[in-house]
């Protein structure tokens, strides 16, 4: 997928030729995504006229992990800027991986999709107080009642964003910390001193509520860290200026540079998940509720914005108010291996694909993604011995291959990839049994599935 021509900002995206007074509705290309046939469910509202309120049509997809009673909050997928960014949340909520993290906290899977066009100010829906946080909340509310699970209004959210989503999500910070477990801010964050250059662009208020929720800065190092010219050079001081104001005062907010990108979204999920992961065991309550742990502090490290090592809060020399926070030995370590290289180290192989089946030649089973490194590819066994991968070849031109490919903006590409596979005619004259093993993005081998046998 091609990025959207945009113009970077102050880690926000922002479209020229914006005529923000405008209402859009509009179907095409937002017409066409995956059906939303239980556990997924989704909303969709048309664009508004009233002031205050959003001009762009949007829907809601929820992923609910089946044999959930109570959920315990909702992980949001917010994607970009740009009708390219906006068309790829359509498939946001179907990511394995993602659903990997939300299924271990019992939380749903939510993916957002404005149906934005080209040339349109993306800052009518990436900027939250412009009517896409009253929308999102509503959704939260027509979702839970459409899914049989009203708690899905009030539990607690982890936010993901990516460029504009980026801004989005951390003003959600700005505006609900109480509700915000964690947020990660991918290549974009809102302001928090007004840009007189961008007057139309409003800063946000930084609250003390606010400072107590766990964000992570994740620009790409060609975003003007390592190279200080192009469109994406302004995302780094944006980041910069975002980080200073938070940390300065307190904040629990690390800043983690991907040595490999520009803008791009990367191998960022193999450290932003197990971060969120490490966030939400923290501060999500055992049962549905309204109010969220604290974060503990005790176990912090502490490391350079952009440098390489951290180390436990004791043992920085330095200003801490300048340095990046990180929760704990764990998630350090995993950031200074991020940074180099982002080859997140994983010891632990994929859960074993299950329920196997088989109906006239063609093999399908499932199977949920490795929490650490997602899934690359499955094996599928004829009689003991290797007979394919599914897929034969994996397109991912952002970074590791995965199974459901990615696009730009961190979502499984359109059509979805099935786990299904053909049996070769060849082998209907013989008897066989049939084995699936599946593969992480680190090459680790899950055991093998359930078998089944051709007749």
Same mark, same amino acid.
């Given at each position: 997928?091609? &990025?959207?021509?945009?113009?970077?900002?102050?880690?926000?995206?922002?479209?020229?030729?914006?005529?923000?007074?405008?209402?859009?509705?509009?179907?095409?290309?937002?017409?066409?995504?995956?059906?939303?046939? @239980? @556990?997924?469910?989704?909303?969709?509202?048309?664009?508004?006229?009233?002031?205050?309120?959003?001009?762009?049509?949007?829907?809601?997809?929820?992923?609910?992990?089946?044999?959930?009673?109570?959920?315990?909050?909702?992980?949001?997928?917010?994607?970009?800027?740009?009708?390219?960014?906006?068309?790829?949340?359509?498939?946001?909520?179907?990511?394995?991986?993602?659903?990997?993290?939300?299924?271990?906290? #019992?939380?749903?899977?939510?993916?957002?999709?404005?149906?934005?066009?080209?040339?349109?100010?993306?800052?009518?829906?990436?900027?939250?107080?412009?009517?896409?946080?009253?929308?999102?909340?509503?959704?939260?509310?027509?979702?839970?009642?459409?899914?049989?699970?009203?708690?899905?209004?009030?539990?607690?959210?982890?936010?993901?964003?990516?460029?504009?989503?980026?801004?989005?999500?951390?003003?959600?910070?700005?505006?609900?910390?109480?509700?915000?477990?964690?947020?990660?801010?991918?290549?974009?964050?809102?302001?928090?001193?007004?840009?007189?250059?961008?007057?139309?662009?409003?800063?946000?208020?930084?609250?003390?509520?606010?400072?107590?929720?766990?964000?992570?800065? #994740?620009?790409?190092?060609?975003?003007?860290?390592?190279?200080?010219?192009?469109?994406?050079?302004?995302?780094?001081?944006?980041?910069?200026?975002?980080?200073?104001?938070?940390?300065?005062?307190?904040?629990?907010?690390?800043?983690?540079?991907?040595?490999?990108?520009?803008?791009?979204?990367?191998?960022?999920?193999? %450290?932003?998940?197990?971060?969120?992961?490490?966030?939400?065991?923290?501060?999500?309550? #055992?049962?549905?509720?309204?109010?969220?742990?604290?974060? @503990?502090?005790?176990?912090?490290?502490?490391?350079?914005?952009?440098? %390489?090592?951290?180390? &436990?809060?004791?043992? %920085?020399?330095?200003?801490?108010?300048?340095?990046?926070?990180? &929760?704990? $030995?764990?998630?350090?370590?995993?950031?200074?291996?991020?940074?180099?290289?982002?080859?997140?180290?994983?010891?632990? @192989?994929?859960?074993?694909?299950?329920?196997?089946?088989?109906?006239? #030649?063609?093999?399908?089973?499932?199977?949920?993604?490795?929490?650490?490194?997602?899934?690359?590819?499955?094996?599928?066994?004829?009689?003991?011995?290797?007979?394919?991968?599914?897929?034969?070849?994996?397109?991912?031109?952002?970074?590791?291959?995965?199974?459901?490919?990615?696009?730009?903006?961190?979502?499984?590409?359109?059509?979805?990839?099935?786990?299904?596979?053909?049996?070769?005619?060849?082998?209907?004259?013989?008897?066989?049994?049939?084995?699936?093993?599946?593969?992480?993005?680190?090459?680790?081998?899950?055991?093998?599935?359930?078998?089944?046998?051709? $007749?």
């Amino acid at each position: 997928m091609i &990025p959207p021509t945009l113009s970077s900002l102050y880690g926000t995206v922002v479209l020229i030729f914006a005529m923000s007074t405008t209402v859009f509705a509009q179907n095409s290309p937002y017409d066409i995504f995956p059906t939303a046939d @239980p @556990p997924y469910y989704r909303v969709r509202y048309e664009a508004s006229t009233q002031p205050g309120e959003l001009i762009f049509p949007v829907n809601y997809t929820v992923w609910i992990p089946q044999d959930v009673k109570t959920l315990r909050g909702v992980v949001v997928h917010q994607h970009g800027c740009g009708e390219g960014s906006c068309k790829s949340g359509l498939t946001g909520a179907y990511d394995l991986h993602w659903q990997a993290l939300a299924k271990k906290h #019992n939380c749903a899977l939510l993916a957002p999709s404005y149906e934005q066009p080209q040339g349109a100010d993306c800052q009518m829906w990436c900027d939250p107080r412009n009517g896409s946080d009253s929308a999102f909340q509503q959704c939260l509310g027509d979702l839970g009642r459409k899914s049989g699970h009203p708690e899905l209004a009030t539990v607690p959210w982890a936010l993901w964003g990516h460029s504009g989503g980026g801004h989005w999500a951390g003003g959600m910070v700005l505006l609900h910390p109480a509700r915000v477990a964690a947020a990660w801010l991918r290549s974009g964050v809102p302001l928090l001193e007004q840009n007189p250059e961008r007057p139309e662009i409003k800063a946000h208020t930084l609250s003390d509520a606010a400072l107590k929720v766990p964000v992570m800065c #994740n620009p790409g190092t060609k975003e003007g860290v390592t190279v200080k010219d192009g469109r994406f050079a302004k995302v780094w001081p944006a980041n910069e200026a975002f980080f200073s104001g938070v940390r300065g005062r307190g904040g629990l907010i690390g800043v983690a540079v991907d040595p490999l990108t520009a803008h791009e979204c990367g191998n960022q999920r193999y %450290f932003a998940i197990p971060w969120l992961d490490a966030c939400l065991s923290v501060r999500l309550l #055992n049962l549905n509720g309204k109010t969220l742990k604290a974060m @503990p502090t005790d176990d912090g490290w502490l490391a350079m914005p952009t440098g %390489f090592e951290a180390v &436990p809060a004791a043992k %920085f020399h330095g200003d801490p108010m300048k340095a990046a926070w990180l &929760p704990g $030995e764990a998630v350090a370590r995993s950031w200074m291996q991020y940074v180099k290289d982002t080859a997140v180290t994983d010891t632990t @192989p994929p859960p074993a694909p299950s329920n196997l089946r088989r109906s006239g #030649n063609k093999l399908s089973w499932d199977a949920s993604a490795d929490l650490e490194s997602g899934l690359a590819r499955f094996i599928i066994e004829r009689d003991g011995d290797f007979l394919a991968n599914v897929p034969e070849h994996s397109n991912n031109p952002f970074g590791r291959p995965i199974f459901q490919n990615l696009q730009y903006s961190d979502t499984p590409t359109q059509p979805l990839v099935q786990m299904l596979f053909t049996v070769p005619q060849s082998d209907s004259v013989n008897k066989h049994t049939y084995r699936v093993i599946a593969v992480n993005t680190v090459g680790l081998k899950s055991k093998s599935g359930t078998a089944v046998t051709q $007749e």
